[in-house]
T-cell receptor, first 111, second 114 residues
Framework: SQQGEEDPQALSIQEGENATMNCSYKTSINNLQWYRQNSGRGLVHLILIRSNEREKHSGRLRVTLDTSKKSSSLLITASRAADTASYFCATYQGGSEKLVFGKGTKLTVNP | SQTIHQWPATLVQPVGSPLSLECTVEGTSNPNLYWYRQAAGRGLQLLFYSVGIGQISSEVPQNLSASRPQDRQFILSSKKLLLSDSGFYLC?????????????FGDGTRLSIL
């Protein structure tokens, strides 16, 4: 079953602009993770935010988490053409070892 | 450092033929191992996961099976492939303890069934 849902499904911006992607989830979580996938490649873990954290930074990435709204956002500042990829949020489902991924946001950064 | 190897990178198989995809992890012990399938433009579907040698949990009923003959080896198999088995197959690992851990993915196998 789908736990995380990303929004928008696709996003096209110019180099230098900021990109914001949102994720909504359904059940309570311990943490929420964001992954990146370049076309035809495996996923790469970007950042993990725990349920007791509201904001986390890593380089040009900023992730926020609002557990009251069951939502998270990923902000990429000063985007580059190399940021072109699909971005997925993921959470663990219930008490299991299963990490459930959303369908992703496809980001295109135009040079 | 830990690495994950997945092969082959691409595979074209006729309907009804068998399948064997292999995944190995280096640099860690007793990892959790996962097989996912990703349809074009879609999210990931968990197929199997394993928390130890010989321990396989199946998530989706289908004609695929998985085995873990060694601690860091995970194999995805089929006796007879269907057209619907086409897709991008990803292997991943995570540390065995705790769920505050990311998953680390291989580069995937693009499987086309003719």
């Amino acid at each position: 079953s789908q736990q995380g849902e990303e929004d928008p499904q696709a996003l096209s911006i110019q180099e230098g602009e900021n990109a914001t992607m949102n994720c909504s989830y359904k059940t309570s979580i311990n943490n929420l993770q964001w992954y990146r996938q370049n076309s035809g490649r495996g996923l790469v873990h970007l950042i993990l935010i725990r349920s007791n954290e509201r904001e986390k930074h890593s380089g040009r990435l900023r992730v926020t988490l609002d557990t009251s709204k069951k939502s998270s956002s990923l902000l990429i500042t000063a985007s580059r053409a190399a940021d072109t990829a699909s971005y997925f949020c993921a959470t663990y489902q219930g008490g299991s070892e299963k990490l459930v991924f959303g369908k992703g946001t496809k980001l295109t950064v135009n040079p | 450092s830990q690495t994950i190897h997945q092969w082959p990178a691409t595979l074209v198989q006729p309907v009804g033929s068998p399948l064997s995809l292999e995944c190995t992890v280096e640099g860690t012990s007793n990892p959790n191992l996962y097989w996912y399938r990703q349809a074009a433009g879609r999210g990931l579907q968990l197929l199997f996961y394993s928390v130890g040698i010989g321990q396989i949990s199946s998530e989706v009923p289908q004609n695929l099976s998985a085995s873990r003959p060694q601690d860091r080896q995970f194999i995805l198999s089929s006796k007879k492939l269907l057209l619907s088995d086409s897709g991008f197959y990803l292997c991943a690992w995570s540390v065995s303890w705790g769920r505050d851990q990311p998953q680390h993915f291989g580069d995937g196998t693009r499987l086309s069934i003719l």
